[in-house]
């Protein structure tokens, strides 16, 4: 089992900044590949950004140049850097992590935190 759960989310003006947290739990993080989603109000979930294993990663062409993911496999954490926020950015953000296909593939999901950017 692993447990996910973000924080950091919240009201931005457009053209701010917010940085999201993703605190994880599990013996193998190092192995998981790890991201963020983000759902809009009446729209289905979609990828926002994600980190592979192996160090690829993987950004939605909406915020290129404008969002990060990292990770830090020793504290077992995933971020996700927003830069010049926009109010299409607004959604619910979670994360996620995906136990390496060998070891069955699971989808683990965090329960989300809201960003809200708005004048």
């Known amino acids: 089992q692993v447990q996910l759960v973000e924080s950091g989310g919240g009201l931005v003006l457009p053209g701010g900044s917010l940085r999201l947290s993703c605190a994880a739990s599990?013996?193998?993080?190092?192995?998981?590949?790890v991201g963020w989603y983000r759902q809009a109000p009446g729209k289905q979930r979609e990828l926002v950004a994600r980190?592979?294993?192996?160090?690829?990663?993987t950004y939605a062409d909406s915020v290129k140049g404008r969002f990060t993911i990292s990770r830090d496999n020793a504290k077992k954490m995933v971020y996700l850097q927003m830069n010049s926020l926009k109010a299409e950015d607004t959604a619910v953000y979670f994360c996620?992590?995906?136990?390496?296909?060998?070891?069955?593939?699971?989808?683990?999901w965090g329960k989300g935190t809201l960003v809200t950017v708005s004048s």
């Open positions: 996620n992590a995906q136990v390496p296909p060998i070891m069955g593939g699971v989808n683990y």
């Open positions: 599990g013996s193998i993080f190092s192995r998981y590949a």
């Open positions: 980190f592979t294993s192996d160090g690829i990663t």
